[in-house]
């Protein structure tokens, strides 16, 4: 039972940045159409820019943080600017086409940049982990759970309650409709690029300290985006949230009780369950065209 | 001379062994060979019924382990089932890879097209990721990261000639020019029959084909099955030749590589992705001397993408179009390329 706590809090430390990943390639798709293979490649850049940031310069770790984070949104708003405004029009597989080019030229970039070797981030919080009873958590990753939950909610409170958030959900809806009522949708297109960015490298940011960060992190990462957005239903961002933790628990009791090796082909298990048996995802209240 | 250029490119190829001394080129050659095959593979998919199937590697993969495993033997213990199989000669490691990459492609097919578009892109990229971990975690089988080593190379058998051993690169060259020559022909003769039509029809409208009668899913995993053995038969290929193989030959980065060299070529032609496999197959070899690998890999995305925004169609249709409007080239039809 003890260890089945203990699972259950690693999993729900963890879902938290699942999460984030999701949301911000659920963003994407749901009002630009857009499949961004690229979204591995902005968690990995997050992972990057804190290590330069923190380790390499020898900054404050949360500004880093933070520079992560704004860092993030200006590649994202970049990438939308110089490929996909030329790209509008184009069918999905096309747009798939050139963001997986995308993810070559950023993976390969960050292997020239910063070689091969795994990075290690060191960061202010004690090695320690706080014992709570059977159970213990390490500091850092009570932080990484914290911050991502206020990120989540930072996200929420955009789109539900702002005037930006209003004009996405409009474009959500109908991108047409909504230009016709004034909505700037190619502001909308390169805002929600961004904020999505921002989300993976945020994730990246969180998760590069607490594992280590190498080029190809992104990957995996970006796989995982992909599960957790089909499980809650493409573009549905409550369901990539709720996603997010069921992705975590069902890795980590998979690693815990079945096979440790396997931790990672959960994830890919679920998406091929999930598309054969719902495939609009768990939460979906109507049909959505893939 | 536009007649006469179809003519030159057999001779070209067969003649390769006899001026080509560098074995380094040969070596090349022969990868750019085996991967050219898989790439038609991925054309009858991509550029016929038109569904981007990122999991091909899956299939290529998979023809490499059970014709590697195949000659090899193996024994494993299966929920507390013993399964024991003795080592078989390569050639016929080749068939049982076919088979076995054939059947996990109608397997694959089933389920996967049950949905299409984004979610068909993803679902096969999940399956070809989960290969990959059951080929790194499967030791008892696979033998793990640590590879399958020694795998012996094909023998073939004359009747009355005796056996024939492929030890040296030339005979390697001769076998992947066959194979992808019967590759070729198989493609060309399905897309050209009523099979082939039907596909093309549920790429162009799969509403407007399934309202006239034509059987889509059934289509679709036939062309799936086809494209799986062949790119099975390619794996059984790499395996034998380069006699060794690891869980990396899952790797999504050789989907993308046989995904590249089909769009760059021109999905949906037969020369598609002869043109674009032997731009990719090369490419490393000039850019060698001066790029560092990752410099290679941002070029070859950087060229993806140009590719995408300068030539969607691809190279073959973009000469092919070339030289049917030339002035001059009057000649009947389009069709030289192909």
Redesign the interface.
Known sequence: MDEFLQHLLNAVMLGGTYALLGIGLTLI?GIMRV?NFAHGELYAFGAYAVYLVAAALGLNFFLALIVAVIAGALLGALIEVA?LR?MRGAD???V???M??????M???E??LWGGVAKAIVTPFPEAPLVIGPVSISWLRLFVLAAALILIAASYVLIQHTKLGKAMRATFQDADTAALMGVNIKGIYTATFAIGSALAAAAGALLGPVFLVTPTMG?LAA?KA??VV?LGG?GNITGATVGGFILAFVEELGAGYI?S??R??M???I??VV??FR?TGLFARAER?? | MKRALPAVWPVLFLTVPLWLQDQYLLHILIITGIFIIAAMSLNLLLGYTGQ?SLGHVAFFGIGAYASALTTLGFDVDLFGLRVVHQPWPAIVGLFVGMIVAGLSGYAIGR??F??????????T???A??TR??A??WVELTQGPLALTNIPPYTLGFPGLGDYTLWNKTAYYYLVLALGLIAYVVIRRLVGSRIGRAMIALKENETLASAVGIDVTRYLVLAAVVSAAMAGGAGSLYAHYLKIIDPDIFL??YT?TM?IMV?TGGKGTLAGPIVGGMIFGFLPVVLRPFA?P??Q??L??????AI??VL?RGIVPALQRFVANRPSGKSAGAGGLE
């Open positions: 798709f499949v490929l030329l999905i597989d096309t798939m086409l050139v997986i080019g995308a993810w070559i030229v993976q390969n970039t292997l020239l990957d796989l992909f599960a089909i493409l096979s090796g396997y990672d082909a994830g890919f298990l998406i091929i598309l054969l495939p065209v893939g | 981007l389920l996967s049950k949905v299409r578009g984004a979610y068909f892109v993803i679902v990229i999940s399956f990721e989960v971990l059951v790194l975690n999504f980065i993308v995904v769009i560092a990752a410099v890999w941002i070859y995305g950087g060229l993806m993408i995408v925004f969607p």
